[in-house]
């Protein structure tokens, strides 16, 4: 995706479904060698590169959110785990051992030491930049909503969803509820569901009248849910304190992991540097080079807002 315009400085959802592989990094780029991790203990990060490659595998905790991690017929699928695998196997660590959560207990799993990396297409936002360390964006991906078929309230954005005072299903801790309220909806409109097919669910039993998640998600879901009565509507930038939001993703590390984390990057940046690898990897989840992030993008500027 080249040319983009004042990509998204907080943002980026993104999500996992099933049993995926995982990874994460950078952002803060403070030199904390230690990690946050609860009573449990666990030792410091700054060799957790080379233990990973010692023992072989990484703990990878996702959110089960297709199309970006999820169990496809026993086997690991979706972006998250193809990419990351791919990352991972270059990076000496050849399996990735799943740890599912759901998408709020995903950092604070991270941090207690229960997995070493998040798979989650989790936005890159300065208040989780202040707990954890993001990769470089794997992804940009703009929002869109998810209304009943026919479109009967006639939404277009969430600035319409909150003029016509309609309820609007936003996956729990993501971004989308900020970028709801920013547009105006009512703290009550705004519904947290736990999973995708809630948001679904919801918006058929109508609990719900839009479901807002990244375009890329509501596309793979409606296409999960072949006959069900619903449609993706066109995406959309939301737009918060005069600022695009485009929503770009990454994979999330503690902070001490610095060397994992810029390993990481390494081959991150090989594979984004590469179009045509890189949707050749996973351009069949829907990924195309409109969502290979530009690399004038950086964690960085979008962790100081």
């Keep these: 995706m080249n040319g983009l315009p004042s990509l998204d ?4 959802l993104t999500r996992s479904l099933g049993i995926g592989t995982l990874v994460a990094a950078p952002a803060l780029l403070g030199a904390c060698t230690r990690t946050e991790i609860d009573s449990g203990g666990t030792r410091g990060d700054a060799d957790l590169l080379a233990r990973l490659r010692k023992q072989g595998h990484v703990r990878v905790g996702f959110a089960g959110e297709a199309p970006y991690g999820f169990q496809d017929g026993g086997e690991l699928a979706g972006e ?15 399996e990735l051992r799943p740890h599912l959560a759901e998408f709020g207990a995903l950092i604070p799993g991270l941090l207690a ?8 297409g989790m936005a890159i936002t300065p208040e989780r930049c202040a707990k954890v360390a993001f ?14 078929e026919g479109n009967p309230e006639g939404l277009s954005d969430l600035a319409s969803c909150a003029a016509k005072g309609v309820r609007v299903g936003v996956l729990t801790a ?4 900020g970028y709801a309220k920013a547009a105006g909806v009512r703290d009550g409109a705004v519904v947290s569901v736990g999973k995708q097919q809630d948001g679904l669910d919801a ?14 998600s509501l596309r793979w879901l409606a296409r999960a849910n072949g006959s069900a009565a619903v449609e993706v509507l066109e995406p959309f930038v939301p737009v918060i304190d ?5 929503s770009p993703g990454g994979a999330v590390f503690r902070t001490g992991a610095v060397s994992l984390r810029e390993a990481f ?7 984004t540097g590469d179009p045509g690898r890189y949707v050749g990897l996973i351009g069949k989840y829907g990924f195309t080079e409109r969502e290979v992030p530009p690399r004038t993008l950086r964690t960085a500027e979008l962790c100081a807002g």
Excluded: Q
Excluded at 9 to 12: A, D, E, S
């Design 203 to 216: 918006l058929l039993a109508g609990r719900i009248d839009a479901f807002a998640l990244t375009g890329i």
């Design 113 to 120: 030491g229960r997995f070493d990396v998040v798979s989650a």
């Design 80 to 94: 998250a785990p193809t990419l990351h695998r791919e990352i991972f196997t270059a990076l000496g660590i050849p």
């Design 265 to 271: 990057d390494e081959e991150l940046a090989r594979i």
């Design 135 to 148: 990769s470089e964006p794997e992804f940009v991906s703009p929002t869109a909503l998810m209304v009943r």
């Design 242 to 246: 005069g600022v695009k939001r485009y």
């Design 174 to 177: 993501a971004v989308e509820g």
């Design 9 to 12: 400085r907080r943002r980026f």
